[in-house]
């Protein structure tokens, strides 16, 4: 069984560039979350999803930050433009209505210069 | 806002030795969870404390929650060196979904 998939592994942008990062979660699992950590900041909730719809977004930095889940299998977390403080390792996680346990994906390292 | 701390944030200490990290939280919540991360790794879920007076064990570690006290601890003992990493712990706000993780507790166990 598939966990949670995240691509890229790793991304390294310049300054102002739009940045996709994606993720799979794992089948059956009806809530997707999008984590970012940084060294400063720790492990901190940006958005969740139940059954493709955004639940909580207070976690988004600010309005260049956007994600979506336009099905079931899917969830995107765009950075447009990006900048250098958005560096960090972005973790996607899910889980079943079920169950209080959050699987995380093995995240996307990004680099902004 | 809703505060997890972690005590100590650095720990190191030699094989076969017993520990024990607190996770202190500032509001009413009845799920706690601890996760392990090893370096450069993902998140591994180690244990979902549900209710109060919850222990859950595993191998060498062991993990409580008392929700009164707004307290939960995960207690290693005789420890090898397998177990370094650094274990997180986060509380669930009231049935909101939203983990608030605390630090983080950098666990070194040396030969």
């Known amino acids: 069984d598939a966990g949670v998939i995240q691509s890229p592994r790793h991304e390294v942008t310049e300054m102002g560039q739009e940045v996709t990062l994606r993720c799979k979660p794992i089948?059956?699992?009806?809530?997707l979350f999008w984590y970012r950590q940084t060294m400063m900041r720790g492990l901190e909730l940006l958005i969740y999803?139940?059954?493709?719809?955004?639940?909580?977004d207070s976690g988004m930095p600010e309005d260049r930050f956007s994600a979506k889940m336009p099905n079931a299998s899917f969830s995107t977390l765009k950075i447009q433009p990006s900048e250098p403080r958005d560096s960090a390792v972005y973790f996607c996680?899910?889980?079943?209505?079920?169950?209080?346990?959050?699987?995380f994906g093995p995240g996307t390292r990004l680099t902004v210069t | 806002e809703l505060k997890v701390e972690q005590n100590p944030l650095f720990l190191s200490m030699q094989e076969g030795k017993n520990y024990t990290i607190y996770c202190n939280y500032s509001t009413t919540s009845d799920r706690l969870y601890w996760y392990r991360q090893d370096p450069g790794k993902s998140l591994e879920s180690l244990f979902v404390l549900l209710s109060n007076g919850a222990v859950k064990q595993e191998g060498r570690l062991m993990a409580s929650l008392d929700t009164k006290a707004r307290l939960s601890t995960l207690h290693i003992t005789a420890a090898v060196h397998d177990l370094s990493a650094t274990y997180f712990c986060?509380?669930?706000?009231?049935?909101?979904?939203?983990?608030?993780f605390g630090q983080g507790t950098r666990l070194t166990i040396n030969p």
């Open positions: 089948s059956g699992h009806d809530y």
């Open positions: 986060a509380v669930d706000i009231g049935g909101a979904q939203k983990l608030v």
């Open positions: 999803f139940n059954n493709n719809v955004p639940i909580d």
């Open positions: 996680a899910s889980r079943r209505s079920d169950s209080y346990e959050q699987y």
